[in-house]
């Protein structure tokens, strides 16, 4: 989805020769896993980080374009609205000081970020949902300006049949507003990482992010307020959901399957699978076709891209032309600080391969018992209860504390991580996260309870910890 296409409209003309290329091109994804073509090489991980531009009162500001064009960094990016960017890093080896190296290396896009936003009179923020955001803001005109974010609304409409975006939570408040656009999606920001996977080991590693997922989703929480109430601590998980609701195949428990979820099942034997239901069972969203070599997967590629399962298979071509797999964990909220997203991400990967080692693992978590133990963890964060490989239900604090996160520094020990990165990022950001109980959720739940629904005064104090890259953990309210 980051590539630019060259329409806003299209025709069913379009849409046939785009299915066309597609059903050709997922026959030659099809070859290369049945020849087993994709590289083995050791695994990389890599991140993308999306973030606020906020003014001095720390209401949204729409400048993205003016912002990105200024700054000329070509790991800063447009997002959906104009309210946002993102920030990519390169792909590293996960090994020795990976995470570190990340960090240093995101540090210091961020800080670029950080000053050039400050010379705009502006600040940089990083956020899952932004509390000051105002329904009267999500309108088309604050919608960045390329054609890919005015196709992908103009098509989900269609295909919606002109239904309103309903966006309908509940949590300490009540939230339920409708929108003519799909442009409330960009109140949903996050960080996603990248993990390479081989053929072999991917059906394993993509069903055990599914299990993760729900881990994720309360060390991570950051999206508590959303239009100044109080409702899921990762709110931005029914925000993205709802914001892109559109029905496609129906699954066999009866329900439709959608755009944005947590998947359908389990992997059974092969990645290629989630390829052929994305051909088969979802209707194509942007049929925006060219003539490009067949074995770029070009339209494999963009249709994938408008399917956003939590945790996502990605097909790449790596730098000899070799073909690549690696997933995308998209669960993980933004911020708060640098520090804290790779804390975030060195558990993840900690955390997937430890489930990764885990005998019959779909076996002990059914699917839907892993579906219910992540919105269960978005909704009530580190307060929420998991069902467990050994068929009971857990308090995830208890559980993390006991027996996930000693898995996790076994898993990270698997790809030869530095002791020092252990220390760093599990014991001593991620492991007295969860003693405190003191995520990015709890602390600005923590503060309003103290403070008030002083939302502006949240987040002035909210951006000077950020400033100091000081983990969320040690943040006082």
Known sequence: MGIEIDSVEFSSTDEEIFHKKLKEETKILKRWFDEEMFDTSAPKCGLELEAWLVDKDFIPA??????????????????????????????????????STLEEETLEIWKKCESFAE?????????????????????????????????LNNRIMKLREGKPTVLDLEGRDELKIEHQDIITECAATSL??????TQQNGPRYYNASIVSSAFMAAIGANSP????????????????????????FRRGDGKFATRVSLGNGYVRKSLLELFIENF?????????????????????????????????????????????????????????????????????????????????????????????????????????????????????????????????KEGLK????????????????????????????????????KNGNRFQELLEQYYSFQKQNLPVHKWTY
């Open 414 to 449: 698997a790809f030869n991580i530095d002791e020092s990165e252990i220390q760093k990022y599990i014991d001593d950001i991620i492991s007295p996260r969860i003693r405190n109980g003191m995520n990015g959720a709890n602390w600005q739940k923590a503060w309003v309870h």
């Open 280 to 408: 088969d069972g979802h209707p194509i969203l942007l049929p925006d076709h060219h003539d490009s070599d067949p074995e770029w997967l070009d339209h494999v590629r963009l249709h994938n891209g408008t399917i956003w399962r939590w945790n996502r298979p990605l097909i790449g071509l790596n730098k000899n032309g070799k073909p690549c797999l690696r997933l995308e964990f998209r669960v993980p909220s933004a911020g708060p600080t640098v520090a804290d997203a790779l804390a975030n991400m060195a558990f993840q990967i900690g955390l997937v391969h430890y489930l990764y080692t885990i005998d019959d693992l779909t076996e002990k978590i059914s699917f839907e018992q892993a579906s219910e133990n992540f919105y269960e963890a978005s909704k009530k964060g580190l307060d929420a209860s998991l069902h467990w490989i050994d068929g009971s239900k857990r308090n995830i604090q208890s559980l993390i504390l006991n027996e996930v996160l000693p898995g996790v």
């Open 62 to 99: 729409p400048s993205s374009d003016e912002f990105i064009n200024k700054l000329e960094h070509p790991f800063v990016v447009p997002e959906i609205s104009k309210f946002n960017f993102e920030l990519n890093s390169d792909p590293h080896n996960i090994t020795n000081k990976v995470f």
């Open 225 to 248: 307020f959303f239009y100044g109430k109080e409702l899921w601590d990762e709110s931005r998980i029914p925000i993205f959901e709802q914001s892109v609701n559109l029905k496609s």
């Open 192 to 197: 996603q990482i990248h993990f390479g996977v």
């Open 119 to 151: 010379q705009m009179n502006l600040k940089a923020m990083t956020i899952g949902t932004l509390p000051t955001l105002r329904d009267y803001m999500l309108t088309m005109d604050n919608l960045s300006p390329q054609k890919r974010y005015f196709a």
